[in-house]
C-alpha cells in the first residue's frame, strides 16, 4: 500500500536549553531530524512532509539537505500533534493509502519497524513500547487484542497510569480516517491541546479497527534532553559498531571508534583504536586505519593505510595503496595511486600523481590570506623533506625538490629544484666561535656578581 510521510519538527526543545532547535542537534554527525527521515525514506514514500514551527528556517534548511523533494508545512502555533499534523493535511490532498506520523526527535526508530507499522492491516496502528519506568508518556488502553484509547499522562486515572503499555508517539493512519477525523479532534483535555492520541478513540467509536505494533523502549528514544541526545548518540555508535562487524571489519577496540550515520566501510578493512569518522566517509576493502585517526569528507580506496594520527578532511580523496602516515593533514587533494606521505606534512588543494614520494615536513602553502591556491605534483616524483610548495605551482613527473626548499615557480618533469641557501663550510670556526662565546658568558657573570 501507498505510503506518505508526516514527520512533526516544530517543537521548540525547551529541555534542552539551546538556541538550536532541539532536533537539529546531531547524533552520529547528522541531525537527529534527519535520522527519522532516512529511516522513513526506506519505505520509498510517495510524499514526505515536514512539519515545522520554532527556528522553521533552519528545520526546513536541515530536512532539504537531506530531501530536496521534501514538502515542508508551518505550524504557526504549536497547538497540540493533532494540530500540527491537520497542518499537513492540504499537502495530502489526493493521496490514498497509509499515512506514518513520524517524530522528528526520535532518531532510532529502524526501517523495519516503520514497516511493520505501515504493514498493519488496522486503520490506526500506533507504536507502543513496554516502559521500566513509563513516567508521563501516554498509556496504551486495549480490549483484548484491540486498541481501544490512548490516555495523556495528565489526563489518566490511577488505574490507567498503572498501564506499563505507552506509546512511542508514532502512528500509521488510514489516510480516510484521517481527512475524516483530525477536524474533529478538540482540545478539552488537561493541556488544552489537539491530541494526535485521540485518533485512536474517534476511529473505535466510528467502528474502525486500531491496533498496537511493538518495538523495544531504546529504540523510541526521544531527544528531549541533552542526557538523552547523549543516550542516543551511545546507542547509535553501537548499532554502527555491530552493523560494521557484520559486514566483515575488524575493529581490535570497537567501543573507541565513532562512525557518522553515513559511514561505509568495507570488507576486511582493519580499524585501530581511538579513530573518529566524520561524516560522509567510505572506505573500500582491505584497508587499515590505524590508531588515533580523525576522517571526514574523504575516501580512502582499497589496500590504503592511514595513520596512526593522521588527519583525512573534507575532499581527500586516496586511491589504491595510498600510504599516509603520522601527523599528516590532507584536506581536498587528491592522492593517486601508491602516492606515500610518510609524516609531519600538510597536503591542501593539490593533486599528487601515482608513485610520487612525499618528504617528511613537507607543506602546500595553499593559503595566501585571501584566497586558496592549488599544488600539481606529477608522477613518480620525489619531494625532498621540509620543502614548501608556495601555490599556485606545479611540479612535473619524475621532479625532485631537494630537502628544505621553499618552491615559488614551476619544476618541468625530470628537473631538480632546489631552492635554499648554499651551504659553505668554514674549516676550523666551531670551536673558536665556542671559546667567544665562552668569554661572552664568563664576562656577563663577572658584571653580576
Ligand atoms: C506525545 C504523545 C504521548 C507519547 C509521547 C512519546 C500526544 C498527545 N502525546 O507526548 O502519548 O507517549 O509523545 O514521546 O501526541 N509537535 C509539533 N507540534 C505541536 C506539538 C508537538 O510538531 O504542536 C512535535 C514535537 O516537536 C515532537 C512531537 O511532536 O517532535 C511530540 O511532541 P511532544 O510535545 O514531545 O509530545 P509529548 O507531550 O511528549
Redesign the pocket.
Known sequence: MATALVI????Q?TRMNSDLPK?LHRVGGAPVLAHAMRAGAALAPERMIV?T?HEGGAVAAAAREVDEEVVIVE?AE???????VAQALPALEGFTGKVLVL???TPLIRPETLEALAASPADVTVLGFEAANPR???RLILKGEMLER?V?FKDASEAERAVTL????LMAIGSDVLSQMLAKLSNANASG?Y???DLVAMARAAGRSAAVVTCNEGESL?V?TRVQLAQAEASFQARARAEAQENGVTMTAPETVYFAWDTVIGRDTVIEPNVVFGPGVTVESGAEIRAFCHLEGCHISRGGRVGPFARLRPGAELAEDVHVGNFVEIKNAILDEGVKVGHLTYLGDAQVGEHTNIGAGTVTCNYDGVMKHRTEIGKRAFIGSDTMLVAPVRIGDGALTGSGSVITQDVPAGAVALARARQENKPGLAAKMFDKLKAIKAKRQNEAS
Open positions: 512533526l519538527a516544530a517543537g526543545g532536533v512539519v514551527g505550524q504549536q497547538l497540540g500533534t493533532g494540530h500540527a517524530y522528528a526527535d508521563r508518556y501516554g490512548i495523556e505507552c506509546n512511542a508517539g491541546e491530541y494526535l492520541t526521544g528531549d
